[in-house]
């Protein structure tokens, strides 16, 4: 009762309407739950469903509304453009779509765990391979790793554990600086401009941390942390 609450106290205060309308609906799980209080444990598949339906439509807003602050030079420095926010602060903002993504992972968690409690088994272990997965980027992809970066001062790389920028954000969430990464990667050893060495170099790549295979797929947005780097050719620009 007492996260519910929450959850609709939070959702109220949302100044962008579509992150009202696309919560994950906590009131109908609660509902769900009692109605099939007997039953759930032959509802898996059915429940399992039911919540990456859900996911996939919160989903489809948070990336919606992520490519529009990626998009916009005031909250993101790093591809340029001319659409500007008209009617919210880009910090504002920000906070807001990062409020959206911990609001909805926490959610998620809190309605596998009574589901479990109430006879699904085996629904947090669900909700950890949902994350896991990374087929949901609300419940933790690299876009809300750079939401998150903008609320440190100054962010450590965790593999030197100095305070270092750049930084390059993989496709598993996992972060390190670009000095770093070059020296993992041996990337000056390569010929051609930065991005080309970084896109040839990720065919064979693992991540340092979780060793996910390919975990720099493409060039976004939000692959660099605070600003993209210069497209080198002799070398990274640090």
């Known amino acids: 009762m007492k996260f519910y609450r929450e959850f609709q106290k939070t959702q109220q205060v949302f100044q962008q309407e579509v992150f009202q309308a696309s919560c994950i609906p906590y009131k109908f799980w609660k509902k769900y739950i009692k109605r099939h209080r007997d039953t759930l444990p032959n509802k898996l598949q059915e429940i399992r469903t039911l919540l990456e339906t859900q996911c996939s439509q919160t989903e489809s807003v948070f990336l919606e509304k992520s490519k529009t602050f990626f998009s916009n030079p005031f909250s993101c420095p790093i591809f340029r453009c001319t659409k500007l926010f008209q009617t919210q602060d880009p910090e504002e903002f920000r906070k807001e779509l990062l409020m959206f993504s911990d609001l909805n992972n926490k959610a998620i968690y809190k309605i596998c765990k009574k ?8 629904m947090l272990s669900f909700y950890s391979s949902l994350k896991s997965s990374h087929r949901f980027h609300f419940l933790g992809g690299p876009e809300t790793v750079y939401l998150k970066l903008k609320d440190e001062p100054t962010p450590e790389c965790p593999i030197c554990l100095e305070p270092a920028t ?45 060793r996910k295979h390919r975990p720099i797929p493409s060039i976004k947005p939000y692959s660099f942390y605070p600003t993209l780097p210069k497209n080198s050719l002799t070398g990274p620009s640090f």
Do not use: E, V
């Open 115 to 122: 589901l479990q409690k109430n006879g699904a088994p085996n």
């Open 166 to 210: 750049p930084l390059i954000i993989l496709d598993c969430s996992h972060y390190l600086c670009l000095p770093c990464f070059s020296n993992y990667t041996k990337l000056n050893s390569i010929q051609g401009t930065l991005y080309n060495r970084i896109s040839y170099m990720n065919a064979s790549l693992s991540c340092p941390i979780c």
